[in-house]
């Protein structure tokens, strides 16, 4: 049965919709600043999205309290959903993904509490991660198959994932699916506790890599059957070509040398979607800059591809690592590889890794056609996960 | 599909033992969680970092494992609520009140799928592996997914659910006037081999799970059509499992069944955001020793969101 993606949005560092993105991956013009939106007294670098939270509750119209993350969930999948209207004969659902839920608000409910007797309670009412989901589709009116997945760093491709397993299985017909995270000082001290919180702007696949620059945004995709398409005349932006979710079992939070999960989620993903290895255009890797993801990730990309990589690039250099919006933010970004034929370009890439010698794409490239598109997620708990996007 | 193994730690004496159904006892105040010997299923040194939500469900996977002797099983799903709260809440503190570099142990352990992740990592388990998040209806999503499995090419599947609580929770439950439930919220995990080979290990089988998010129809017509869906009515259901006695007028429920008797698991169980799978693995148990044959399992822990599982003999 063919899936198609007949919507797309994303908001993240390099802009407020998918137009914004696009242009700013065109033009190498990457998110990651000294961070400036978030209330820090630190000088690091961070990938925000360029408004408060203040302005997205006027912009989305929609009351406080709630979380940041449910704020560039909403602004992803209203811009996914557009034009779209609610008919009681398309099962319709929705699968959002988040690491953190409303920790943004929670951080600052635990900071209240050390200092006051009287911390403002509303503001550990958006901490749990299905709420921040309900926000979302209570403002696009979805009721129904309402879900939340948190599997870390992977999340956002396991919703895609199960949106389409859904829709395979007749549970659903039409099925937003995607994920958001926002910046938080929790995460933040949490990648610099484990000493992968970059100083400097993130190298993804260089020999010099040091660690990540956190960023936050959303992206979602919506995803139909052609029973729902009958009805809705969407245009088919892309189809799904395959999937697959596979463990590590290696360390909690480490990835494995020999690449074991991600050479398994990648081979799997071909399977299950009949594509040949040489059939794939473009990865878009999932590239943190954190020393021990991309030697992992290039040695698995070697396993399967052997000595014929195709061009990949990691775009975590221009967002920053979005966490669970990763997976949905870069599936937004092969979806535009495919509609335009274009590559696009890893930036601050000078040295190839040592052991893997993979030298990824630096410029522009649109010399050639994109057809099928591999798109990796690796997240904590050794959790892996390839979504690969095809031409509708 | 078959249910090849179930395991609970809960206020019951539910853990490696089949009669604990036949003892329950209402929670009271002074009613603690069971603690099993943890150190039968997890290495020492392991065990000492390890929060309750974790040893709980590594020691009901394992049981699971060993009751249904399937070693690898082909994916493993979890549900939970809230997720590893008390290392949150821990890293979160630390970012707050230590400067300097702070110890990432609580960090790490902090993610949803902290759950999952260590349980194919105790297991050595490569297959899928997924943790469902959606307040009081993430154990009944885990289920969803574990049925999409066993129909796509998988033959078992570990799925289970788990919730801790820390102190902050009866707190905002006294300040939000929720005070019939303040002194029970509390933990709980429960996990099953699901399987579609019936062993002798079998117990009942898992027919359909089904969830309702924010809505907005009859619950009654709701349950018809879930009913309809699988060729049943409600009078086809020998009981109805509820765990939202304390919080749904005990009449709104017994409308909705008619004359089907209405259980209620919650005062046996105590809240916590995935108390259904407490009260599927005591569906379980009735169907195993024959005191009913079909089992609606109703959860409306949340108002507005309406899980349904139902459950058979195997017999029926």
Same mark, same amino acid.
């Given at each position: ?6 919507? %797309? ?24 600043? +000294? ?10 670098? %961070? ?16 009351? !406080? ?24 004969? #398309? ?15 929670? =951080? ?68 937003? %699916? ?101 059939? %794939?255009?473009?990865?878009? !890797? ?42 949905? #933010?870069? !599936? ?14 890893? &930036?601050?890439?000078?040295?190839? #890794? ?15 056609? $994109?057809?099928? $598109? ?19 | 599909?078959?249910i090849?193994?179930c ?14 159904i036949? =003892? ?57 609520? &809230? ?20 110890? +990432? ?6 993610? /949803? ?8 990592? =105790? ?8 943790? /469902? ?5 993430? @154990?009944?999503?885990?289920l ?19 919730? =801790? ?25 429960? @996990?099953f ?10 117990k009942a089988q898992l027919v359909d799970s ?13 349950i018809?059509?879930f009913l309809?869906?699988n060729?049943l009515?409600i009078g086809d259901i020998d009981n109805v499992l509820s765990n ?13 069944f008619?004359?089907t008797p209405v259980k209620p698991i ?10 259904s799978a407490f009260g599927m693995h005591l569906g379980v148990e009735m169907l195993a020793q024959n005191s009913s044959k079909r089992i609606l399992l109703y959860n ?7 899980g349904l599982t139902l459950l058979q003999s195997l017999e029926a």
């Amino acid at each position: 049965m063919s899936i198609y993606i007949t919507g %797309v949005g994303v908001i993240s560092a390099i802009g407020l919709n998918v137009e914004e993105n696009y242009q700013s991956l065109r033009n190498k013009k990457t998110g990651i600043e +000294p961070i400036n939106y978030f209330p820090s007294t630190k000088n690091i670098l %961070v990938g925000e999205v360029k408004l408060s939270s203040d302005d997205l509750i006027a912009q989305l119209n929609v009351t !406080a309290p709630i979380s940041r993350t449910s704020l560039l969930g909403l602004a992803a999948a209203k811009e996914a959903w557009e034009g779209n209207q609610h008919d009681a004969s #398309i099962r319709t659902g929705i699968i959002s993904s988040t690491s953190v839920g409303g920790m943004d608000n929670s =951080e600052q409910y635990y900071k209240q509490r050390l200092e006051s007797d009287t911390p403002d309670i509303s503001l550990i009412t958006t901490h749990d991660s299905g709420t921040t989901t309900e926000r979302i589709a209570t403002a696009l009116g979805i009721s129904g198959y309402i879900n939340t997945l948190s599997t870390a760093c992977s999340s956002g491709a396991n919703a895609i994932m199960l949106g389409a397993r859904l829709i395979e299985q007749n549970r659903l017909d039409r099925v937003l %699916v995607g994920g958001s995270d926002s910046f938080t000082n929790f995460t933040e001290e949490g990648f610099r506790s484990l000493m992968i919180y970059s100083d400097d702007w993130v190298k993804p696949f260089d020999e010099n890599r040091n660690g990540l620059n956190l960023g936050e945004g959303g992206g979602f995709i919506l995803l139909e059957n052609e029973k729902s398409l009958n009805i809705t005349n969407n245009k088919k932006l892309a189809a799904l070509g395959g999937w697959a979710n596979t463990a590590d079992a290696y360390h909690q939070t480490a990835s494995s040398p020999d690449g074991k999960g991600a050479t398994l989620a990648i081979s799997n993903a071909l399977k299950i979607g009949n594509i040949n290895p040489s059939e %794939v255009s473009y990865v878009n !890797a999932h590239g943190t800059g954190t020393p021990n993801n991309d030697l992992s990730e290039s040695v698995a990309l070697k396993n399967v591809f052997k000595e014929k990589v195709p061009p990949f690039s990691s775009t975590k250099s221009y967002t920053g690592h979005t966490l669970a919006a990763s997976g949905a #933010i870069e !599936a937004v970004y092969s979806v535009l590889a495919l509609q335009h034929n274009v590559i696009f370009p890893n &930036l601050n890439y000078s040295t190839p #890794i040592t052991d893997t010698e993979l030298v990824p794409e630096v410029n522009l490239n649109e010399s050639h056609e $994109v057809n099928v $598109v591999l798109s990796n997620s690796f997240g904590f708990g050794g959790n892996n996960s390839t979504v690969i996007f095809k031409k509708a | 599909m078959y249910i090849n193994a179930c395991s609970t730690i809960s206020h019951q004496n539910s853990f490696q033992n089949e009669n604990w159904i036949n =003892e329950l006892v209402p929670l009271d105040i002074k009613s603690e969680l069971i603690t099993p010997d943890y150190k039968e299923f997890i290495a020492p040194a392991a065990l000492r970092r390890m929060s309750k939500i974790i040893r709980m469900s590594l020691a009901c996977s394992k049981d699971c494992i060993q009751q249904s002797g399937t070693e690898t099983p082909d994916a493993i799903i979890v549900g939970t609520g &809230l997720g590893c709260l008390a290392d949150t809440e821990k890293f979160l503190n630390n970012t707050l009140t230590l400067t300097g570099l702070i110890p +990432p142990t609580s960090f790490i352990q902090s993610t /949803h799928n902290t759950i999952a992740g260590q349980i194919s990592l =105790e297991l050595k388990n490569h297959n899928y592996n997924i943790t /469902h998040t959606q307040n009081s209806l993430s @154990f009944e999503h885990a289920l969803i997914d574990a049925i999409l499995c066993l129909n796509e090419e998988d033959s078992n599947v570990l799925v289970g659910a788990a919730d =801790e609580a820390i102190p902050l929770l009866d707190e905002l439950a006294k300040q939000f006037g929720l005070d019939e439930i303040t002194h029970k919220l509390t933990s709980g995990a429960s @996990f099953f081999m699901l399987s579609n080979n019936k062993t002798e290990a079998s117990k009942a089988q898992l027919v359909d799970s089904y969830t309702v998010g924010l809505n907005n129809s009859s619950p009654g017509d709701i349950i018809d059509d879930f009913l309809k869906r699988n060729g049943l009515t409600i009078g086809d259901i020998d009981n109805v499992l509820s765990n939202t006695f304390g919080t749904v007028s005990e009449f709104e429920i017994m409308d909705t069944f008619n004359a089907t008797p209405v259980k209620p698991i919650d005062e046996c169980s105590g809240y916590y955001f995935t108390n259904s799978a407490f009260g599927m693995h005591l569906g379980v148990e009735m169907l195993a020793q024959n005191s009913s044959k079909r089992i609606l399992l109703y959860n409306t822990l949340n108002n507005s969101n309406i899980g349904l599982t139902l459950l058979q003999s195997l017999e029926a």
